[in-house]
């Protein structure tokens, strides 16, 4: 094989997300491995330059992983003709900025999302995108968890018949911060600062319905900050003023109904963090990040309400697993190496900038509905 080298300005390397799903577990281990392999048999290496605001943590941060390149002038790292790729994991108020000035150097853009916190700003990221010609694309990571890539094979199996309704619950207790630390930044929890769980988990819902049962027509939400009070990184208390919970229902085409609960207050029972019940007229599903159970229409038990009699049937019993037929790696990377590809030989990638502002819109669109207690419709485009 022929070798040759691409180059990724990766913003936001030293953050949660940036470093351990997007550095760590993906772009490094594709380097690792060797870089991507085009259709024609030549092997693409990658090459990385991190960004950051601190200096010192760039050093170590490079100095652990074997990186050669680190700066805190992104302008000057977006002047180089080396870098091809422009990664953005920063936070949300940050992102609009980076990623236009990207577009005008030239560069493609994959992001995380949301990729703006305005559906204006985010449907004008996809319009300057096209007019400039670049490659660009969007975090959708859920979409490659084992648990829905194994919900999309019994969907396209015809496994489910006529899908009736989708439902989904989502979330975890995060602490407080007071007596234990909370596992989630301070700025989640605050409007002003981009945090709230309809902005960060909406866009995810969106492109998850999308991608699998059809596009959003409506939306009804109401939100709620449980914890009116929290401890920040610095020990001292401070006012939450976004939303820890959402309460969504939502109208798919096809007549779908789907009702998911966000939640970063509530307490887990169940196998995994997320989980959705498909039900159909000939099958229903129940799905997580990895596992995925099913029962079909002619295996289906014949449950009797009697509240005098407590109950001796054992309803999870009559469920099947869904046996792992495939090897599935880290949904992160699967996606960078999609996404790189798209670069390199013009591969399919189909999640784009505009995919990621009609995240954004949903989101918007929740917001608006828990604001005036109306369901909210959603334009087809």
Same mark, same amino acid.
């Given at each position: 094989?022929?070798?040759?080298?691409?180059?990724?300005?990766?913003?936001?390397?030293?953050?949660?997300?940036?470093?351990?799903?997007?550095?760590?577990?993906?772009?490094? /281990?594709?380097?690792?491995?060797?870089?991507?392999?085009?259709?024609?048999?030549?092997?693409?290496?990658?090459?990385?330059?991190?960004?950051?605001?601190?200096?010192?943590?760039?050093?170590?941060?490079?100095?652990?992983?074997?990186? @050669?390149?680190?700066?805190?002038?992104?302008?000057?790292?977006?002047?180089?003709?080396?870098?091809?790729?422009?990664?953005?994991?920063?936070?949300?108020?940050?992102?609009?900025?980076?990623?236009?000035?990207?577009?005008? /150097?030239?560069?493609?853009?994959?992001?995380?999302?949301?990729?703006?916190?305005?559906?204006?700003?985010?449907?004008?990221?996809?319009?300057?995108?096209?007019? /400039?010609?670049?490659?660009?694309?969007?975090?959708?990571?859920?979409?490659?968890?084992?648990?829905?890539?194994?919900?999309?094979?019994?969907?396209?199996?015809?496994?489910?018949?006529?899908?009736?309704?989708?439902?989904?619950?989502?979330?975890?207790?995060?602490?407080?911060?007071?007596?234990?630390?909370?596992?989630?930044?301070?700025?989640?929890?605050?409007?002003?600062?981009?945090?709230?769980?309809?902005?960060?988990?909406?866009?995810?819902?969106?492109?998850?319905?999308?991608?699998?049962?059809?596009?959003?027509?409506?939306?009804?939400?109401?939100?709620?900050?449980?914890?009116?009070?929290?401890?920040? @990184?610095?020990?001292?208390?401070?006012?939450?003023?976004?939303?820890?919970?959402?309460?969504?229902?939502?109208?798919? @085409?096809?007549?779908?109904?789907?009702?998911?609960?966000?939640?970063?207050?509530?307490?887990?029972?169940?196998?995994?963090?997320?989980?959705?019940?498909?039900?159909?007229?000939?099958?229903?599903?129940?799905?997580?990040? %990895?596992?995925?159970?099913?029962?079909?229409?002619?295996?289906?038990?014949?449950?009797?309400?009697?509240?005098?009699?407590?109950?001796?049937?054992?309803?999870?019993?009559?469920?099947?697993?869904?046996?792992?037929?495939?090897?599935?790696?880290?949904?992160?990377?699967?996606?960078?190496?999609?996404?790189?590809?798209?670069?390199?030989?013009?591969?399919?990638?189909?999640?784009? %900038?505009?995919?990621?502002?009609?995240?954004?819109?949903?989101?918007?669109?929740?917001?608006?509905?828990?604001?005036?207690?109306?369901?909210?419709?959603?334009?087809?485009?």
């Amino acid at each position: 094989m022929s070798e040759s080298t691409i180059g990724i300005i990766v913003n936001g390397a030293t953050g949660r997300m940036g470093y351990r799903q997007h550095l760590v577990r993906s772009l490094l /281990a594709i380097r690792d491995q060797g870089g991507v392999v085009t259709k024609d048999g030549t092997r693409q290496q990658i090459e990385l330059m991190i960004i950051g605001r601190n200096e010192v943590t760039l050093k170590e941060l490079a100095d652990k992983h074997g990186i @050669e390149h680190y700066t805190t002038d992104l302008d000057a790292a977006l002047a180089d003709p080396r870098w091809t790729i422009y990664f953005d994991a920063l936070v949300t108020q940050a992102r609009v900025k980076g990623i236009k000035k990207a577009i005008a /150097a030239g560069k493609h853009v994959y992001t995380e999302k949301p990729t703006a916190e305005s559906s204006e700003e985010a449907f004008e990221l996809a319009r300057l995108a096209a007019e /400039a010609g670049i490659k660009n694309g969007v975090v959708h990571d859920k979409l490659y968890l084992p648990g829905l890539q194994k919900l999309k094979r019994l969907i396209e199996s015809g496994f489910f018949g006529q899908i009736l309704s989708v439902r989904g619950e989502f979330g975890y207790w995060v602490f407080e911060g007071d007596w234990q630390a909370a596992q989630r930044p301070s700025w989640n929890y605050r409007s002003e600062d981009g945090g709230g769980i309809i902005v960060d988990m909406f866009p995810h819902w969106n492109y998850v319905f999308e991608n699998l049962f059809g596009r959003v027509e409506s939306v009804y939400a109401r939100t709620a900050t449980h914890i009116p009070t929290r401890v920040g @990184e610095d020990g001292e208390p401070y006012t939450a003023t976004a939303d820890d919970a959402a309460y969504g229902v939502f109208d798919l @085409e096809g007549g779908i109904v789907a009702q998911v609960n966000s939640s970063w207050v509530v307490r887990v029972d169940r196998k995994e963090l997320v989980e959705f019940q498909v039900d159909g007229t000939l099958g229903s599903a129940v799905v997580g990040l %990895f596992g995925a159970k099913i029962q079909p229409r002619n295996a289906t038990p014949r449950p009797t309400w009697n509240p005098d009699l407590a109950e001796t049937h054992d309803y999870t019993a009559d469920w099947l697993e869904v046996p792992v037929n495939d090897v599935f790696e880290n949904g992160f990377k699967t996606q960078w190496e999609q996404f790189l590809l798209h670069v390199i030989e013009d591969a399919p990638h189909e999640f784009d %900038f505009l995919a990621g502002a009609r995240g954004v819109r949903l989101a918007e669109a929740g917001l608006e509905s828990n604001a005036t207690g109306r369901r909210i419709d959603l334009p087809a485009n």
